[in-house]
C-alpha cells in the first residue's frame, strides 16, 4: 500500500464480485438479444433484396457454416438449453444476491455506503452452491426418476388442468420440495453460514502480505489525502525548535514583589532544573528531551508556542456509523517553563525564584460533520484546537487543568476524556463530557500509542471499563436496525497490546451525530495558550470496519524504537 494512499481494496473486490454477479445474466441476456435481433434483421433485408441462390447462401452461413456468424447468431436461450447447470448456478446467485442487496437498501434502510458486502456475498455463494447446484441436481434427476416431468410440463395449460395423474404428481413435487426446504434447505443455510465464519476466523489467522486497512500513514513524508488548518504543520525535529520569552508583571504578593517570565524548556535535563529553582505546583518531575534530529517526518498540531491551534483532517468523509478501528502514535515535547521570580522590595534584589516546567492545553482526535468539512478548526487554549466544531463527538488527551475556566470537574493530572455537544457546538467544558475522564501519563515526552475502536454493539467483555453519565443517557438506545446501541473504546500503551482499554462508553454514534450516509470527517486538533508544547502524531493506521486484521507485525513495526 502507498505511503498515505487511500485505499478500500477489502472492498472493493467483494462489491465488484457481486455487481458482476448481479450483472452477468442482464449483460448475457442483452448481449445475446441484440446479436439475435442483428442478425435477424440482417438475414431479412437480403431475403427480401437478393435473389432466390443469394438467399440460399445467406441463409446457410446464418445457420452457422462460418465461426463469425456462429457467434452472431448465438442466443441465450440456446445457451440455457445447452447448459442448463451453468445458467441455474447463475440465475440462483445473482437473485440470492440482489434479493440481499433489496432487504438491506430499501427494507432495512442501509445507505449504499454502508452496505453490508460480506453478507451479500455469502448469500450470492450460498445462492451459487445450494440453489444452483444441489436444488438443480436434486429436482431434475430425482424428479425426472421419481415423476413423469416432461409429460406433464409439455401440455398445454387446458390440458394440465385435465390431467388428474399430473395433478397429482405436482402435488407429490411440492410436498417433496417443501419437505427438502425444512429438513434440509434450512439447516444447510445456518451450517453454510457457520462455515463462512470459520473460514474467516481461520483465514485471520494467517497474515496477509500487505496491511489490510482503509489508510496507512507509517510517517508523513506524504501527506496527500490530508487537510492542514491554523497552526497545523509536519516536522522532522531539525532542531530549530522556536524559543520564545514572555514577562508578567504580578501584584505585590505578602512583602515581595512578583515577575514571571515563561519561555520554552529544550532539552534541559529535569535533575538540572530542579536544582535551579523552588519547584512550584504542577512541576512535571519526570519528562524526556524532546528529539533534536533524525526523526521520520511527523504531524506537528502545535508549535511549542503560545496561543496555537491546528487541526488535520482526511480530506474525504469516511464510514464511521458500521464500526471503525483506528490506531495512531503521539508525543508531545519542548514543554514551557515558567518562573516567578520573587524580589524583596527594601533591598532591591532577588529574594528568590520558583519554576515550573509544564507546558498546555493538549491534543485531540475529532469525528464531525461540521459544515466547514475538512477545514474544521476550533479555538487556542483551553478549547484544544476543537471548541466551536459542530456535529462532533472528541476523545481528548488534556495537559493542562483549566480549572478556573472549565469548572471543578478538569483534572490537575494529565487525562483522557469524551466530548459531545450532540449535533451542537462542542467545547471541552464539563457540561459536554459524556462519560468520566480517565487520568494517564501523556506528556512526559515518550512515545505513546493509542487506538480507539467503535462497535455496532455493546461488547461485553470492555464491561469493566465503561463508565456513563446523565449527558450520556439520550445515546443510549436503538435507532433501527444496523443502527444499534455500540460501543465507543479507548486504549492506550500496554492496553493497545491486551485489547484492555482505558476507557469504554456505551454510545449510538447514529442518534449523537447528524451524518448524512453515515459518513465523517475524522482527524486531530491541537492547541496552547499561555503555557505551550509540541503535540506530535508520528504515525496514524485507520480502517473502517470492526474486523480490521491487516499485517499486525507491520503495525507494531509502526511505533518507534521498534
Known amino acids: 500500500m502507498e505511503n498515505g494512499a487511500t485505499k478500500y481494496s477489502s472492498k472493493e473486490w467483494k462489491r465488484l464480485l457481486v455487481v458482476a454477479l448481479n450483472t452477468g445474466s442482464v449483460a448475457a441476456f442483452a448481449l445475446s438479444t441484440s446479436t439475435t435481433r442483428f442478425a435477424n434483421l440482417q438475414h431479412a433485408s437480403i431475403s427480401s433484396a437478393a435473389p432466390p441462390h443469394v438467399e440460399r447462401i445467406t441463409k446457410f452461413q446464418l445457420n452457422g457454416s462460418t465461426p463469425d456468424e456462429q457467434t452472431a447468431s448465438f442466443s441465450y436461450g440456446e445457451f440455457a438449453k445447452q ?61 425426472k426418476k421419481l415423476f413423469d416431468v416432461d409429460k406433464f410440463t409439455s401440455q398445454p395449460w387446458a390440458d394440465k388442468l385435465k390431467d388428474e395423474e399430473g395433478l397429482k404428481a405436482l402435488a407429490a413435487q411440492t410436498a417433496l420440495d417443501l419437505t427438502v426446504l425444512t429438513l434440509i434447505y434450512l439447516p444447510a443455510f445456518y451450517i453454510f453460514k457457520a462455515g463462512a465464519r470459520v473460514l474467516c476466523i481461520l483465514l485471520c489467522l494467517i497474515p496477509p502480505h500487505t496491511t489490510e486497512g482503509d489508510f496507512i500513514y507509517p510517517d508523513f513524508n506524504n501527506t496527500v489525502g490530508l487537510v492542514f488548518n491554523g497552526n497545523a504543520s509536519t516536522s522532522i525535529c531539525d532542531g530549530n525548535t522556536p524559543s520564545i520569552k514572555t514577562k508578567l508583571s504580578l501584584s505585590n504578593r505578602g512583602r515581595y514583589e512578583s515577575t514571571q517570565e515563561t519561555e520554552t524548556n529544550i532539552g534541559q535535563d529535569v535533575n538540572e532544573l530542579t536544582h535551579e529553582f523552588i519547584a512550584q505546583f504542577g512541576h512535571r518531575n519526570q519528562f524526556e528531551s524532546n528529539p533534536e534530529s533524525g526523526c521520520p517526518r511527523r504531524l506537528r498540531l502545535t508549535q511549542s508556542l503560545p496561543s496555537q491551534a491546528g487541526s488535520v483532517f482526511h480530506a474525504t468523509r469516511l464510514p464511521v456509523i458500521r464500526g471503525f478501528d483506528t490506531t495512531f502514535s503521539f508525543q508531545i515535547t519542548a514543554h514551557s517553563k515558567v518562573c516567578t521570580y520573587h524580589l524583596e522590595p527594601m533591598a532591591s534584589q532577588n529574594h528568590h525564584k520558583s519554576c515550573a516546567v509544564h507546558g498546555g492545553d493538549g491534543f485531540s482526535f475529532v469525528i464531525h460533520s461540521d459544515k466547514n ?20 463527538v472528541v476523545i481528548e488527551f488534556d495537559t493542562w487543568a483549566n480549572v478556573d475556566t472549565q469548572g471543578s470537574n478538569d483534572l490537575f493530572h494529565d487525562h483522557i476524556s469524551i466530548h459531545s455537544g450532540s449535533r451542537g457546538v462542542n467545547s471541552a467544558n464539563a457540561s459536554t463530557m459524556i462519560g468520566n475522564w480517565r487520568p494517564v501519563e501523556l506528556a512526559d515526552g515518550k512515545v505513546h500509542r493509542a487506538r480507539f475502536q467503535y462497535l455496532p454493539y455493546v461488547e461485553e467483555k470492555y464491561l469493566d471499563s465503561m463508565t456513563a453519565n446523565d449527558i450520556l443517557l439520550p445515546f443510549l438506545k436503538d435507532d433501527g436496525e444496523g443502527r444499534r446501541l455500540g460501543t465507543l473504546a479507548v486504549f492506550i500503551d500496554d492496553g493497545v497490546k491486551t485489547s484492555k482499554p482505558i476507557l469504554a462508553i456505551p454510545l449510538n454514534l447514529n442518534i449523537l451525530l447528524d451524518l ?32 480490521c486484521r491487516g499485517d499486525r507485525d507491520e503495525i507494531e513495526r509502526m511505533e518507534l524504537g521498534k
Open 83 to 143: 447448459y442448463p447447470f451453468v445458467n441455474n448456478v447463475g440465475i440462483a446467485s445473482t437473485k440470492t444476491a440482489a434479493a440481499d442487496l433489496i432487504a438491506q437498501v430499501v427494507i432495512a434502510q442501509t445507505p449504499i455506503a454502508n452496505i453490508d458486502w460480506d453478507r451479500t456475498l455469502l448469500f450470492c455463494a450460498f445462492g451459487a452452491i445450494y440453489l444452483g447446484g444441489f436444488q438443480y441436481l436434486y429436482q431434475v434427476n430425482v424428479f
Open 373 to 392: 468539512g475538512a477545514n474544521a478548526i476550533g479555538g487556542d487554549g483551553q478549547d484544544l484546537g476543537y471548541g466551536g466544531i459542530e456535529n462532533s
Open 516 to 547: 448524512p450516509q453515515s459518513l465523517a470527517y475524522v482527524g486531530f486538533t491541537g492547541s496552547t495558550g499561555a503555557n505551550w508544547e509540541n503535540h506530535d502524531i508520528l504515525e496514524w493506521h485507520w480502517c473502517d470496519s470492526i474486523d
